[in-house]
């Protein structure tokens, strides 16, 4: 059986450089998985795909050019409804099998299959293997189907009269499928596979490169077409070039991947080259005038030793001319305007104190049913002076009440409504340029923190009065009016918010639910629905997240945040707490008591006393167990209130041999109403003891 290597390349007019990198390997991906799963390629075959602004290609090794035949078995019917009593074909039978092409002379070769208390006849027969002109079709059609393009283009098909028309990302020109030197038959998007494709726009060699067999692509595209096909490979000359222009100067790009990513996907063969800007825009804010050349210009700024910004900036080219000064003028006289316009923007904007625009706020919509973002930043300013009042009291609730009330002002300026992505940053710099001091003014800008998982947390209390509650504002609002996150949809970024107020309270000791009511009282009564109850459980659930994710177990996590502890802060200790005690031997049986004492209680009607008489336990297993509480409970409290858990869990392990003897010689339910009441009584207070860490029962498997 013949087996070679594959090539499949479309040749594309320029895509989304956003999206390149997620196309490249969507395109890959699917057409190789779906000619494994036709049996066409070797079971650990080595995929290469390849992805530039004009090409999406893959190079698939061990690649068959017929698959293997394979056996099918297929259910026919029961046997007594296919054989009659003398074990003939019935005309239902027959039918069957002219269906599948066969007749009767097959039937002696039916396998009979035991199917529960019936037996059924199954017939087998050998299926061709696929062809690679037809399976390569089906992956080829799979993998266009596939590809994740957020909005697709309509032309003319190319091999139309005019009016059919083809609808993708962006036109395509050619297609390419190689098995080895074989061009194999297929057909995608009105082209015609062959073996041409084109370089680089202007510096190929050759008008049109003739591919002289799957392997050679590579090295044609680089020598002929002055392309590096690889996405991964382009972004690291990039990334090595940067790294060299940067390090001749004796300083340093900022780093951003994203930005390397948009970059790899513009040019298909780099040249990185120095720009330069006049000095006097360093007087800019280095934020504004970074973002202006990253996201505008696709520049890479340039910082000293000491991480501050130079005039100096990187250009990653797609043309490598002789003498680049021209390409260097142009990149320069282009970015200026931009830099002019950061700096009046920000001498603007100082022209008036931020304390001014608040006002301004109320004429800004927040949401049709919430109202604007001056009723916002008031609602804001309660709940943060609380949170201030509780952390560290009046002087800190002072300072939370300001920052929350300057800390959207920066909405109305011309810089952040240039780039939003300014926001709070902005706020910061005209604070401080107001005279306001840096704990508010810092908040101004923290208050957005964590923006992303992983991202710092606010560097001040102030800061972290007025993140949460922000973040509990948001979260309370749109549950409120029932927007709520369902499925992939979470518009309003609820789950972010919800980390956000999960990280900053694990490092200060607040109550959930206590500031979930606050955030509700700081709205109008009557404007939203009573969602207490489901704003925290959204909580709890994204925190369960986030310690699974940390090395705890399901069952670990279960056991701790099914008490749903109010102060998040201990959670981790907690946490750390049941983990140590699973680990010991005595905590199986534990669990497992505990699991069966919590099912006792939940059948008894009414709420059960605490109280034990001691004249009324007559068993020496149940008068064991009653001091053996005694004794232990009071450490375990104690090491509890001191806020040691771990000693807490593992001083209840000496509770195993009396749990144990209790449950083999003591009959909870006694006939004796009175008896029955005491032992309950034992019990609750035993499931009392065990539970104030966490539900135990919830580590029993």
């Not at 923290?446 to 001040?460: C, I, S, T, W």
């Not at 972010?496 to 107020?501: D, E, I, P, Q």
């Not at 209840?652 to 449950?663: M, N, Q, S, T």
Request: hydrophobic share 45%.
């Amino acid at each position: 059986m013949s087996i070679k290597n594959l090539l499949v390349e479309l040749f594309i007019e320029e895509l989304p450089p956003k999206s390149l990198k997620k196309l490249g390997e969507s395109f890959a991906e699917v057409l190789s998985t779906s000619l494994k799963t036709q049996g066409l390629t070797l079971f650990d075959t080595l995929v290469t795909g390849f992805a530039t602004p004009r090409r999406l290609a893959v190079h698939i090794e061990g690649v068959f050019a017929q698959a293997a035949d394979k056996t099918v078995s297929q259910k026919l019917m029961p046997l007594k409804v296919g054989l009659d009593e003398q074990g003939n074909a019935t005309p239902a039978l027959l039918k069957k099998l002219a269906s599948l092409g066969a007749d009767a002379s097959v039937v002696p070769e039916l396998k009979v299959v035991m199917e529960g208390k019936a037996e059924a006849l199954y017939f087998e027969s050998v299926v061709a293997g696929v062809k690679l002109h037809t399976g390569l079709q089906l992956a080829l059609n799979e993998a266009i189907g596939k590809l994740p393009i957020a909005r697709v283009m309509t032309y003319p098909d190319p091999n139309a009269d005019g009016w059919k028309t083809v609808n993708f990302v962006r036109p395509a020109h050619s297609l390419v499928a190689l098995h080895g030197v074989k061009i194999i038959p297929v057909s995608a998007l009105g082209l015609v596979a062959g073996n041409t494709t084109q370089g680089h726009r202007f510096e190929s060699a050759v008008a049109n490169i003739i591919l002289e067999n799957a392997d050679s692509y590579i090295h044609q595209l680089e020598t002929e077409g002055a392309v590096i096909a690889s996405f991964s490979q382009r972004r690291a000359d990039i990334v090595r070039q940067l790294n060299l222009a940067a390090g001749k100067l004796g300083l340093k790009p900022v780093h951003d991947d994203a930005l390397l990513d948009e970059v790899s996907g513009l040019v298909e063969r780099p040249n990185v080259l120095v720009g330069t800007f006049e000095s006097e825009y360093l007087a800019v804010p280095a934020e504004c005038l970074i973002l202006t050349m990253k996201a505008n210009q696709k520049y890479f700024p340039l910082l000293d030793a000491s991480g501050k910004l130079t005039n100096k900036f990187l250009i990653v080219s797609n043309i490598s001319p002789v003498d680049a000064s021209l390409v260097i003028e142009g990149n320069e006289r282009v970015v200026r305007p931009r830099l002019a316009d950061a700096k009046f923007f920000f001498d603007q904007d100082r022209k008036k104190p931020l304390d001014a625009r608040v006002l301004g706020l109320s004429r800004v919509v927040y949401h049709n049913k919430l109202g604007t973002q001056g009723e916002r930043v008031e609602r804001v300013q309660t709940l943060a002076r609380g949170i201030g009042q509780l952390l560290a009291g009046d002087g800190l609730a002072l300072q939370a009440d300001q920052a929350a009330l300057l800390a959207k002002a920066d909405l109305l300026t011309d810089m952040v409504g240039e780039f939003p992505e300014l926001q709070g940053i902005m706020g910061r710099y005209y604070a401080q340029h107001d005279g306001i001091c840096d704990e508010v003014a810092y908040a101004i800008e923290d208050h957005y923190k964590p923006r992303f998982a992983g991202d710092e947390l606010p560097r001040n209390l102030v800061g972290v009065c007025v993140a949460l509650a922000d973040k509990l504002e948001t979260l309370v609002g749109m549950f409120g009016i029932g927007q709520i996150p369902t499925g992939d949809r979470d518009p309003f970024a609820l789950r972010r918010h919800a980390l956000g107020v999960i990280r900053m309270m694990m490092e200060h000791p607040l109550n959930l639910s206590e500031l979930i009511a606050r955030a509700f009282a700081s709205f109008p009564q009557g404007l939203l629905n009573n969602a207490h109850a489901d704003v925290e459980t959204f909580v709890f659930e994204r925190l369960g997240g986030m310690m699974r994710e940390q090395g705890f177990t399901a069952n670990q996590v279960d056991a701790v945040l099914a008490l749903r502890p109010q102060c998040l802060s201990e959670i981790p200790m907690r946490l750390d707490a049941v983990r140590a005690f699973a680990a010991l031997p005595e905590s199986s049986a534990l669990a497992a008591a505990n699991k069966r004492v919590g099912n006792i209680l939940k059948k008894v009607a009414g709420e059960v006393s605490l109280n034990v008489d001691v004249g009324l336990l007559p068993e020496a297993a149940e008068l064991a167990l009653y001091q053996s509480l005694a004794q232990i409970v009071p450490r375990a409290d104690a090491a509890f209130a001191s806020g040691d858990y771990t000693v807490s869990l593992q001083v209840l392990a000496a509770l195993r041999e009396p749990v144990d003897a209790f449950f083999d010689g003591v009959m909870v339910n006694a006939e004796d109403p009175t008896l029955r009441e005491n032992r309950l009584s034992l019990l609750a207070r035993l499931h009392q003891a065990m539970n104030r860490v966490a539900d135990l029962s919830r580590l029993a498997s």
